[in-house]
T-cell receptor
Protein backbone atom coordinates (compact mmCIF):
# COMPACT_ATOMS: atom_id res chain seq x y z
CA UNK A 1 0.00 0.00 0.00
CA UNK A 2 1.11 3.50 -0.71
CA UNK A 3 2.13 5.70 2.19
CA UNK A 4 3.06 9.35 2.58
CA UNK A 5 5.29 10.55 5.40
CA UNK A 6 5.86 14.08 6.61
CA UNK A 7 8.48 14.00 9.34
CA UNK A 8 8.19 17.64 10.44
CA UNK A 9 5.05 18.22 12.53
CA UNK A 10 5.82 21.95 12.85
CA UNK A 11 8.17 24.48 11.34
CA UNK A 12 8.76 28.18 11.70
CA UNK A 13 10.29 30.67 9.29
CA UNK A 14 10.95 34.37 9.40
CA UNK A 15 8.87 36.49 7.08
CA UNK A 16 10.60 36.97 3.67
CA UNK A 17 12.85 33.97 4.26
CA UNK A 18 12.80 30.60 2.50
CA UNK A 19 11.58 27.37 4.04
CA UNK A 20 11.52 23.77 2.82
CA UNK A 21 8.95 21.20 3.92
CA UNK A 22 9.86 17.54 3.55
CA UNK A 23 7.82 14.63 2.28
CA UNK A 24 8.66 11.05 1.43
CA UNK A 25 6.38 8.44 -0.03
CA UNK A 26 6.35 4.77 -0.78
CA UNK A 27 4.83 3.16 -3.84
CA UNK A 28 5.51 0.34 -6.27
CA UNK A 29 3.88 2.26 -9.10
CA UNK A 30 5.89 4.19 -11.67
CA UNK A 31 3.24 6.63 -12.82
CA UNK A 32 1.57 8.85 -10.27
CA UNK A 33 0.87 12.38 -9.12
CA UNK A 34 2.16 14.18 -6.10
CA UNK A 35 0.56 17.23 -4.53
CA UNK A 36 1.00 19.79 -1.84
CA UNK A 37 -2.23 21.07 -0.31
CA UNK A 38 -2.48 24.02 2.04
CA UNK A 39 -5.03 24.24 4.85
CA UNK A 40 -5.20 27.73 6.39
CA UNK A 41 -7.14 28.49 9.59
CA UNK A 42 -10.33 28.60 7.53
CA UNK A 43 -9.80 24.80 7.14
CA UNK A 44 -10.36 24.99 3.37
CA UNK A 45 -8.13 22.56 1.44
CA UNK A 46 -6.28 24.46 -1.29
CA UNK A 47 -4.06 22.90 -3.93
CA UNK A 48 -0.64 24.56 -3.90
CA UNK A 49 1.27 22.61 -6.50
CA UNK A 50 1.15 19.39 -8.51
CA UNK A 51 3.90 17.16 -9.92
CA UNK A 52 3.51 14.39 -12.47
CA UNK A 53 5.94 11.55 -11.81
CA UNK A 54 6.75 11.14 -15.51
CA UNK A 55 7.99 14.72 -15.72
CA UNK A 56 11.60 15.25 -14.74
CA UNK A 57 11.22 19.00 -14.44
CA UNK A 58 10.29 20.23 -11.00
CA UNK A 59 6.96 22.05 -10.80
CA UNK A 60 6.88 25.74 -9.90
CA UNK A 61 4.00 28.04 -8.99
CA UNK A 62 5.15 31.57 -8.25
CA UNK A 63 6.90 31.44 -4.85
CA UNK A 64 6.27 27.70 -4.47
CA UNK A 65 8.49 25.06 -6.01
CA UNK A 66 9.18 21.40 -5.44
CA UNK A 67 12.25 19.20 -5.40
CA UNK A 68 11.08 15.89 -6.82
CA UNK A 69 13.54 13.02 -6.44
CA UNK A 70 11.80 9.99 -7.93
CA UNK A 71 14.47 7.43 -7.13
CA UNK A 72 14.60 8.58 -3.53
CA UNK A 73 10.80 8.92 -3.39
CA UNK A 74 11.16 12.39 -2.00
CA UNK A 75 8.97 15.40 -2.72
CA UNK A 76 9.83 18.56 -0.81
CA UNK A 77 8.12 21.94 -1.03
CA UNK A 78 10.11 25.16 -1.03
CA UNK A 79 8.40 28.43 -0.17
CA UNK A 80 10.40 31.50 -1.10
CA UNK A 81 9.87 35.00 0.30
CA UNK A 82 7.54 33.65 2.99
CA UNK A 83 4.51 35.78 3.73
CA UNK A 84 2.20 35.92 6.74
CA UNK A 85 -0.56 34.44 4.59
CA UNK A 86 1.52 31.30 4.09
CA UNK A 87 0.88 30.29 7.68
CA UNK A 88 -1.10 27.07 7.43
CA UNK A 89 -1.03 23.31 7.65
CA UNK A 90 0.63 21.81 4.59
CA UNK A 91 -0.22 18.30 3.43
CA UNK A 92 1.76 16.21 1.00
CA UNK A 93 -0.40 13.82 -1.03
CA UNK A 94 -0.08 10.98 -3.55
CA UNK A 95 -2.34 9.56 -6.23
CA UNK A 96 -1.92 6.79 -8.82
CA UNK A 97 -2.12 8.12 -12.39
CA UNK A 98 -3.63 5.07 -14.00
CA UNK A 99 -6.39 4.47 -11.54
CA UNK A 100 -9.06 6.81 -10.35
CA UNK A 101 -8.08 6.02 -6.82
CA UNK A 102 -8.06 7.79 -3.54
CA UNK A 103 -5.60 10.54 -2.75
CA UNK A 104 -3.42 9.55 0.20
CA UNK A 105 -2.33 12.33 2.54
CA UNK A 106 0.55 12.71 4.94
CA UNK A 107 -0.12 13.87 8.49
CA UNK A 108 0.80 17.43 7.69
CA UNK A 109 3.33 20.09 8.68
CA UNK A 110 2.14 23.19 10.51
CA UNK A 111 4.04 26.22 9.22
CA UNK A 112 4.38 29.34 11.37
CA UNK A 113 5.51 32.63 9.83
CA UNK A 114 7.36 34.90 12.24
CA UNK A 115 6.98 38.64 11.58
CA UNK B 1 -14.57 28.58 -4.85
CA UNK B 2 -13.73 24.95 -5.66
CA UNK B 3 -17.16 24.20 -7.11
CA UNK B 4 -17.76 21.46 -4.53
CA UNK B 5 -20.67 22.20 -2.21
CA UNK B 6 -21.16 20.62 1.17
CA UNK B 7 -24.15 21.03 3.44
CA UNK B 8 -24.60 21.75 6.23
CA UNK B 9 -21.51 23.72 7.21
CA UNK B 10 -22.03 23.05 10.89
CA UNK B 11 -23.94 20.34 12.70
CA UNK B 12 -24.39 19.79 16.42
CA UNK B 13 -26.10 16.63 17.57
CA UNK B 14 -26.33 14.31 20.55
CA UNK B 15 -24.71 10.95 21.06
CA UNK B 16 -26.68 8.07 19.61
CA UNK B 17 -28.22 10.18 16.88
CA UNK B 18 -27.96 9.84 13.10
CA UNK B 19 -26.98 12.57 10.66
CA UNK B 20 -26.62 12.90 6.90
CA UNK B 21 -23.96 15.01 5.24
CA UNK B 22 -24.48 16.07 1.67
CA UNK B 23 -22.03 16.79 -1.12
CA UNK B 24 -22.54 18.17 -4.61
CA UNK B 25 -19.43 17.62 -6.74
CA UNK B 26 -18.07 19.99 -9.37
CA UNK B 27 -20.12 19.98 -12.52
CA UNK B 28 -19.16 16.95 -14.58
CA UNK B 29 -17.00 15.28 -11.95
CA UNK B 30 -17.73 11.57 -11.59
CA UNK B 31 -15.73 10.74 -8.47
CA UNK B 32 -16.64 11.74 -4.95
CA UNK B 33 -14.38 11.15 -1.98
CA UNK B 34 -15.16 11.47 1.71
CA UNK B 35 -12.47 12.29 4.26
CA UNK B 36 -12.56 12.73 8.03
CA UNK B 37 -10.29 15.20 9.80
CA UNK B 38 -10.26 15.09 13.58
CA UNK B 39 -8.85 18.03 15.54
CA UNK B 40 -5.32 18.86 14.37
CA UNK B 41 -5.05 15.56 12.56
CA UNK B 42 -4.48 14.59 8.97
CA UNK B 43 -7.16 13.56 6.52
CA UNK B 44 -8.40 10.02 6.89
CA UNK B 45 -9.88 8.54 3.72
CA UNK B 46 -13.31 7.07 4.29
CA UNK B 47 -14.80 6.06 0.95
CA UNK B 48 -14.86 6.85 -2.77
CA UNK B 49 -17.66 6.60 -5.31
CA UNK B 50 -17.26 6.75 -9.06
CA UNK B 51 -20.31 7.33 -11.24
CA UNK B 52 -22.63 5.83 -8.67
CA UNK B 53 -20.55 2.83 -7.67
CA UNK B 54 -18.30 2.31 -4.68
CA UNK B 55 -14.69 2.44 -5.91
CA UNK B 56 -12.53 2.33 -2.81
CA UNK B 57 -13.02 1.99 0.90
CA UNK B 58 -10.80 3.25 3.67
CA UNK B 59 -11.12 3.11 7.44
CA UNK B 60 -14.82 3.69 7.45
CA UNK B 61 -16.73 2.49 10.49
CA UNK B 62 -19.68 0.13 10.07
CA UNK B 63 -21.86 2.83 11.63
CA UNK B 64 -21.06 5.02 8.62
CA UNK B 65 -22.36 4.54 5.11
CA UNK B 66 -22.44 6.52 1.91
CA UNK B 67 -23.97 6.53 -1.51
CA UNK B 68 -23.76 8.43 -4.76
CA UNK B 69 -26.96 9.20 -6.60
CA UNK B 70 -27.68 9.28 -10.37
CA UNK B 71 -27.22 13.07 -10.38
CA UNK B 72 -23.76 12.38 -8.87
CA UNK B 73 -24.35 14.07 -5.55
CA UNK B 74 -23.34 12.01 -2.55
CA UNK B 75 -24.47 11.57 1.01
CA UNK B 76 -22.53 10.33 4.02
CA UNK B 77 -24.68 8.83 6.74
CA UNK B 78 -23.32 8.64 10.28
CA UNK B 79 -25.35 6.72 12.84
CA UNK B 80 -25.15 5.84 16.53
CA UNK B 81 -22.92 8.85 16.91
CA UNK B 82 -20.23 8.93 19.55
CA UNK B 83 -18.25 11.82 20.98
CA UNK B 84 -15.22 10.65 19.02
CA UNK B 85 -17.04 11.15 15.74
CA UNK B 86 -16.75 14.90 16.21
CA UNK B 87 -14.63 16.05 13.29
CA UNK B 88 -14.49 17.99 10.06
CA UNK B 89 -15.84 15.89 7.20
CA UNK B 90 -14.62 16.79 3.74
CA UNK B 91 -16.02 15.86 0.40
CA UNK B 92 -13.83 16.11 -2.68
CA UNK B 93 -14.49 15.46 -6.34
CA UNK B 94 -12.47 14.76 -9.47
CA UNK B 95 -12.53 12.95 -12.83
CA UNK B 96 -14.72 14.60 -15.40
CA UNK B 97 -16.20 12.71 -18.33
CA UNK B 98 -13.90 14.55 -20.73
CA UNK B 99 -10.63 13.92 -19.03
CA UNK B 100 -9.13 12.43 -15.94
CA UNK B 101 -8.46 15.19 -13.48
CA UNK B 102 -5.29 14.86 -11.55
CA UNK B 103 -6.15 16.58 -8.31
CA UNK B 104 -9.23 16.50 -6.15
CA UNK B 105 -11.21 19.63 -5.42
CA UNK B 106 -12.42 19.97 -1.87
CA UNK B 107 -15.58 21.38 -0.40
CA UNK B 108 -15.45 23.60 2.66
CA UNK B 109 -16.28 20.71 4.95
CA UNK B 110 -19.01 19.96 7.45
CA UNK B 111 -18.06 20.54 11.07
CA UNK B 112 -19.79 17.85 13.13
CA UNK B 113 -19.94 18.23 16.89
CA UNK B 114 -21.37 15.38 18.93
CA UNK B 115 -22.39 16.36 22.47
Amino acid sequence: AQTVTQSQPEMSVQEAETVTLSCTYDTSESDYYLFWYKQPPSRQMILVIRQEAYKQQNATENRFSVNFQKAAKSFSLKISDSQLGDAAMYFCAYRDRNRDDKIIFGKGTRLHILP
Amino acid sequence: DSGVTQTPKHLITATGQRVTLRCSPRSGDLSVYWYQQSLDQGLQFLIQYYNGEERAKGNILERFSAQQFPDLHSELNLSSLELGDSALYFCASSASRDRMNTEAFFGQGTRLTVV
